[in-house]
């Protein structure tokens, strides 16, 4: 079997009062590939073990997350059903090539996607370490998948980034100030664990959230920045943080009118602007994630003032 695929109900757990955000959503994919890993099997995912004993955990280093227009995070809400699924398969001993879905198990609607890498390291909560440390788990404690004989191209991006960022943003509108945020146990973090995969984009989003602040010189108003929409996100991690760390994020963006093509989808929507994020996060000088984030800023037709206020804000002219 490679691949899992269950319903589940969005519950106070998942999405608190509101609607699914980028990392509940995240969290739920990471939990449904843990899970996909011993399915049916007689251990646990947080049991898997090389031949030396050493507890594994299957660690991201890249993930690329897909958001259609017309299924914004936002669409799912409390109590909503959705489906949740993943295919896996495995290059060599222990990199791990995921494709993931979510989708409103009672609407038709595009399906939201994440592709994503991850590879077996000895489990950083046990070995408190900041980096990586691979090993190859006994072959009995995962369950059996489809080999890929081509590693994932991912490896090489993950590299090429590293060394001059991405593509995109090699010209950009503003630079933020950089965003200081400590990390605090229970709230950012498991007692004694490092931060989740999932934990690391949605701290970017902090930062990128405080630069339209800035760049809008505090102008921006609440209903303004809750009207900003992710549409994709690809991150590398190359590091770990845990509970009392100092992080310092540094973010910068790109500023454009949204295409037409956009504007078609739902006449009761208004596309007015797509924003390119570059975000980066250091400890005491070591770069542990870096992001491309693509948004929209889009509002109901009928919220006539803070379409304007964004026009006005943004530079967006007569649009």
Request: proline share 5%; aromatic share 10%; charged share 25%.
């Amino acid at each position: 079997m490679d691949h899992l695929k269950k319903t589940l109900e969005l519950d106070m757990n998942h999405v608190r009062l509101g609607t699914m955000d980028e990392y509940s959503l995240m969290t739920l994919f990471g939990s449904c590939h843990s899970q996909f890993l011993t399915n049916d099997l007689n251990n646990k995912p947080s049991e898997i073990k090389d031949v030396k004993g050493n507890v594994l955990y299957p660690a991201y280093f890249m993930t690329h997350l897909i958001v259609p227009v017309e299924s914004a995070l936002s669409s799912f809400s409390l109590w909503d059903k959705i489906e949740v699924g993943v295919v896996c398969r495995r290059y060599g001993d222990t990199i791990l090539d995921s494709q993931y879905f979510a989708e409103a198990a009672e609407q038709q609607a595009p399906s939201i996607t994440m592709a994503a890498n991850s590879l077996f390291i000895l489990d950083p909560s046990i070995y408190r370490s900041h980096t990586k440390q691979v090993s190859v788990p006994q072959p009995e404690q995962i369950v059996e998948m489809e080999k890929i004989t081509e590693p994932p191209a991912s490896i090489r991006e993950a590299a090429l980034v590293r060394t001059v960022g991405f593509e995109q943003l090699k010209q950009f509108d503003f630079e933020a100030t950089p965003y200081q945020y400590k990390l605090e146990s229970h709230r950012d973090t498991d007692p004694g664990h490092p931060l989740v995969f999932s934990k690391m984009p949605s701290l970017m989003e902090l930062s990128e959230r405080e630069l339209l602040r800035e760049y809008t010189r505090n102008k921006a108003s609440e209903s303004i920045l809750d009207a900003v929409s992710l549409m994709e996100r690809k991150t590398f991690y190359y590091g770990n943080a845990f509970s009392g760390s100092e992080l310092t994020i540094y973010s910068k963006v790109k500023v454009n009118p949204c295409s037409e093509s956009l504007w078609k989808e739902n006449p009761r929507l208004v596309y007015l602007c797509k924003l390119t994020f570059q975000s980066e996060i250091y400890e005491n000088g070591e770069l542990i994630a870096i992001s491309c984030a693509e948004k929209v800023i889009v509002h109901e037709i009928r919220h006539q003032t803070q379409i304007q206020d964004t026009k006005r804000l943004f530079n967006l002219g007569c649009i």
